[in-house]
Protein backbone atom coordinates (compact mmCIF):
# COMPACT_ATOMS: atom_id res chain seq x y z
CA UNK A 1 0.00 0.00 0.00
CA UNK A 2 2.91 2.42 0.59
CA UNK A 3 4.96 1.46 -2.06
CA UNK A 4 1.96 1.83 -4.30
CA UNK A 5 1.09 5.36 -2.73
CA UNK A 6 4.83 6.37 -3.26
CA UNK A 7 4.61 4.98 -6.82
CA UNK A 8 1.56 7.52 -7.49
CA UNK A 9 3.39 10.25 -5.88
CA UNK A 10 6.23 10.02 -7.81
CA UNK A 11 4.28 9.47 -11.18
CA UNK A 12 2.50 12.47 -10.50
CA UNK A 13 5.29 14.63 -9.60
CA UNK A 14 7.24 13.74 -12.69
CA UNK A 15 3.87 14.59 -14.89
CA UNK A 16 3.27 17.71 -13.03
CA UNK A 17 6.89 18.41 -13.45
CA UNK A 18 6.64 17.33 -17.72
CA UNK A 19 3.48 19.40 -18.02
CA UNK A 20 4.06 22.48 -16.27
CA UNK A 21 7.69 22.58 -18.58
CA UNK A 22 5.71 21.49 -21.86
CA UNK A 23 2.72 24.52 -20.76
CA UNK A 24 4.36 26.41 -18.45
CA UNK A 25 0.89 27.64 -16.81
CA UNK A 26 -0.29 27.32 -13.04
CA UNK A 27 -3.43 26.02 -14.24
CA UNK A 28 -2.62 22.72 -15.66
CA UNK A 29 -0.56 21.74 -12.53
CA UNK A 30 -4.03 22.25 -10.52
CA UNK A 31 -5.53 19.91 -12.99
CA UNK A 32 -2.90 17.43 -12.24
CA UNK A 33 -3.39 17.61 -8.48
CA UNK A 34 -7.12 16.99 -8.90
CA UNK A 35 -6.13 13.87 -11.18
CA UNK A 36 -4.17 12.56 -8.81
CA UNK A 37 -6.28 12.84 -5.44
CA UNK A 38 -9.41 11.07 -8.28
CA UNK A 39 -6.64 8.01 -8.36
CA UNK A 40 -6.10 7.61 -4.52
CA UNK A 41 -10.02 8.19 -3.97
CA UNK A 42 -11.08 5.33 -6.32
CA UNK A 43 -8.41 2.96 -4.80
CA UNK A 44 -10.32 3.71 -1.33
CA UNK A 45 -13.79 3.92 -2.67
CA UNK A 46 -13.18 0.00 -4.22
CA UNK A 47 -12.00 -0.95 -0.72
CA UNK A 48 -14.56 0.19 0.92
CA UNK A 49 -17.51 -1.43 -1.51
CA UNK A 50 -15.71 -4.97 -1.21
CA UNK A 51 -15.85 -4.51 2.46
CA UNK A 52 -19.24 -3.27 2.39
CA UNK A 53 -20.70 -5.62 -0.28
CA UNK A 54 -19.78 -8.80 1.88
CA UNK A 55 -22.36 -8.69 4.78
CA UNK A 56 -24.91 -9.18 2.45
CA UNK A 57 -23.44 -11.63 0.36
CA UNK A 58 -23.43 -13.92 3.17
CA UNK A 59 -27.49 -12.94 3.41
CA UNK A 60 -27.75 -13.54 0.04
CA UNK A 61 -25.89 -17.54 0.24
CA UNK A 62 -28.01 -18.02 3.49
CA UNK A 63 -31.57 -17.02 1.40
CA UNK A 64 -30.36 -19.20 -1.58
CA UNK A 65 -28.73 -22.07 0.55
CA UNK A 66 -31.96 -22.32 2.32
CA UNK A 67 -34.28 -22.53 -0.73
CA UNK A 68 -36.44 -19.09 0.14
CA UNK A 69 -35.22 -18.02 -3.66
CA UNK A 70 -38.46 -20.69 -4.56
CA UNK A 71 -40.74 -18.61 -3.33
CA UNK A 72 -39.10 -14.72 -3.35
CA UNK A 73 -36.77 -13.07 -6.25
CA UNK A 74 -35.52 -9.74 -5.98
CA UNK A 75 -38.10 -7.59 -7.87
CA UNK A 76 -40.65 -9.32 -8.86
CA UNK A 77 -43.80 -11.56 -6.90
CA UNK A 78 -43.60 -15.09 -7.70
CA UNK A 79 -45.38 -16.88 -4.70
CA UNK A 80 -43.91 -14.72 -2.16
CA UNK A 81 -43.88 -10.89 -1.75
CA UNK A 82 -40.59 -9.35 -3.79
CA UNK A 83 -37.69 -8.49 -1.59
CA UNK A 84 -38.05 -5.00 -2.39
CA UNK A 85 -41.14 -4.91 -1.27
CA UNK A 86 -41.20 -6.92 1.33
CA UNK A 87 -37.45 -4.29 2.08
CA UNK A 88 -39.80 -0.96 1.93
CA UNK A 89 -42.68 -2.46 4.16
CA UNK A 90 -39.95 -2.43 6.69
CA UNK A 91 -38.17 0.79 6.03
CA UNK A 92 -36.29 1.75 9.35
CA UNK A 93 -37.21 -1.11 10.70
CA UNK A 94 -34.30 -3.91 10.31
CA UNK A 95 -35.50 -5.16 14.18
CA UNK A 96 -38.44 -5.48 12.77
CA UNK A 97 -37.43 -7.45 10.06
CA UNK A 98 -34.79 -9.59 12.61
CA UNK A 99 -37.79 -10.39 15.17
CA UNK A 100 -40.30 -12.20 12.49
CA UNK A 101 -37.41 -13.93 10.87
CA UNK A 102 -37.19 -15.40 14.89
CA UNK A 103 -41.06 -16.15 14.92
CA UNK A 104 -41.76 -13.06 17.08
CA UNK A 105 -43.58 -11.10 14.59
CA UNK A 106 -46.86 -10.78 12.67
CA UNK A 107 -46.99 -10.63 9.11
CA UNK A 108 -46.81 -7.07 7.64
CA UNK A 109 -46.01 -7.46 3.84
CA UNK A 110 -48.90 -10.08 2.96
CA UNK A 111 -50.70 -11.13 5.91
CA UNK A 112 -53.49 -12.95 3.62
CA UNK A 113 -50.75 -15.37 2.55
CA UNK A 114 -49.11 -15.73 6.29
CA UNK A 115 -50.25 -19.18 6.31
CA UNK A 116 -47.92 -19.86 3.38
CA UNK A 117 -45.03 -18.50 4.77
CA UNK A 118 -45.26 -19.52 8.34
CA UNK A 119 -43.44 -22.75 8.06
CA UNK A 120 -40.80 -21.16 6.26
CA UNK A 121 -40.17 -19.15 9.65
CA UNK A 122 -39.26 -22.89 11.06
CA UNK A 123 -35.86 -22.60 8.72
CA UNK A 124 -35.07 -19.29 10.05
CA UNK A 125 -35.87 -19.80 13.78
CA UNK A 126 -33.58 -22.50 13.70
CA UNK A 127 -30.87 -19.72 12.96
CA UNK A 128 -28.45 -18.21 14.91
CA UNK A 129 -29.18 -14.49 15.64
CA UNK A 130 -25.95 -13.47 13.58
CA UNK A 131 -27.64 -15.22 10.15
CA UNK A 132 -31.20 -13.57 10.75
CA UNK A 133 -29.26 -10.46 11.04
CA UNK A 134 -27.47 -11.45 7.61
CA UNK A 135 -30.57 -12.31 5.66
CA UNK A 136 -32.32 -9.12 7.04
CA UNK A 137 -29.50 -7.20 5.79
CA UNK A 138 -29.48 -8.64 2.49
CA UNK A 139 -33.05 -8.00 2.44
CA UNK A 140 -33.18 -4.41 2.62
CA UNK A 141 -30.06 -3.96 0.45
CA UNK A 142 -32.57 -4.42 -2.26
CA UNK A 143 -35.01 -1.96 -1.74
C1 LIG B 1 -43.44 -21.71 -0.17
C2 LIG B 1 -43.11 -20.33 -0.52
C3 LIG B 1 -42.20 -19.56 0.41
C4 LIG B 1 -40.93 -19.87 0.83
C5 LIG B 1 -40.12 -21.15 0.51
C6 LIG B 1 -40.46 -18.76 1.63
N1 LIG B 1 -41.40 -17.78 1.67
FE1 LIG B 1 -41.24 -15.99 2.63
N2 LIG B 1 -43.18 -15.55 2.09
C7 LIG B 1 -43.99 -16.33 1.33
C8 LIG B 1 -45.31 -15.70 1.21
C9 LIG B 1 -46.51 -16.23 0.45
C10 LIG B 1 -45.21 -14.49 1.94
C11 LIG B 1 -46.35 -13.47 2.14
C12 LIG B 1 -46.98 -13.65 3.54
C13 LIG B 1 -46.34 -12.77 4.57
O1 LIG B 1 -46.29 -11.56 4.36
O2 LIG B 1 -45.89 -13.32 5.60
C14 LIG B 1 -43.85 -14.41 2.48
C15 LIG B 1 -43.36 -13.38 3.24
C16 LIG B 1 -42.05 -13.28 3.70
C17 LIG B 1 -41.55 -12.15 4.44
C18 LIG B 1 -42.35 -10.91 4.83
C19 LIG B 1 -42.93 -11.10 6.23
C20 LIG B 1 -44.01 -10.10 6.60
O3 LIG B 1 -43.79 -9.30 7.54
O4 LIG B 1 -45.11 -10.12 6.00
C21 LIG B 1 -40.23 -12.42 4.72
C22 LIG B 1 -39.27 -11.54 5.49
C23 LIG B 1 -39.93 -13.72 4.15
N3 LIG B 1 -41.07 -14.20 3.53
C24 LIG B 1 -38.69 -14.32 4.23
C25 LIG B 1 -38.46 -15.64 3.79
C26 LIG B 1 -37.22 -16.36 4.02
C27 LIG B 1 -36.00 -15.79 4.74
C28 LIG B 1 -37.37 -17.59 3.48
C29 LIG B 1 -36.40 -18.74 3.49
C30 LIG B 1 -36.05 -19.30 4.77
C31 LIG B 1 -38.70 -17.63 2.90
N4 LIG B 1 -39.32 -16.44 3.10
C32 LIG B 1 -39.21 -18.73 2.22
C33 LIG B 1 -43.67 -17.53 0.76
C34 LIG B 1 -42.49 -18.22 0.96
Do not use: W
Request: glycine share 6%.
Amino acid sequence: MKKRTLSIVAFSAIFAFATLTSCGGGNHQKEVTQEETTTEEDVVEKVVEETVAKPTQAGADLFKANACVACHQEDRKIVGPSLKDIATGYTDNTEGLIAFLAGEGEAIIDPSQAAVMAPQIETTKAMSNEERTSIADYIMSTK
